[in-house]
């Protein structure tokens, strides 16, 4: 019960990191989902082999969605050289 409770206090420590890159959002969610799975795969096999599998998968997933969902917020400068954000083709 308390590796559940470190896995899951851990993983609401991370969420609260936010970040415009797409490899770090695809790694926090890869690690978010790899714990998540884990932990229930665990739970619903009760032995190793549905951990590792719910890992894997979540993982996966987590990496997924994480990259997917990076905001496309771009930099331009104008004619003065100041910076202001617009849209990403």
Do not use: E, H
């Not at 997924?64 to 496309?72: D, E, L, N, R, Y």
């Amino acid at each position: 019960m308390k590796k559940l409770f470190v896995i899951l206090a851990s993983g609401l420590f991370l969420t609260a990191c936010q970040s415009d890159s797409q490899r770090d959002r695809a790694l926090v969610g890869g690690g978010l989902g790899a714990a998540t799975g884990a932990a229930i795969g665990a739970a619903a096999t009760g032995d190793v082999g549905g951990a590792l599998a719910g890992a894997a998968i979540g993982g996966a997933g987590g990496a997924i969605v994480g990259s997917a969902t990076t905001p496309k917020n771009c930099v331009a400068y104008d004619r003065n050289g100041n910076p202001y954000r617009v849209a990403c083709p």
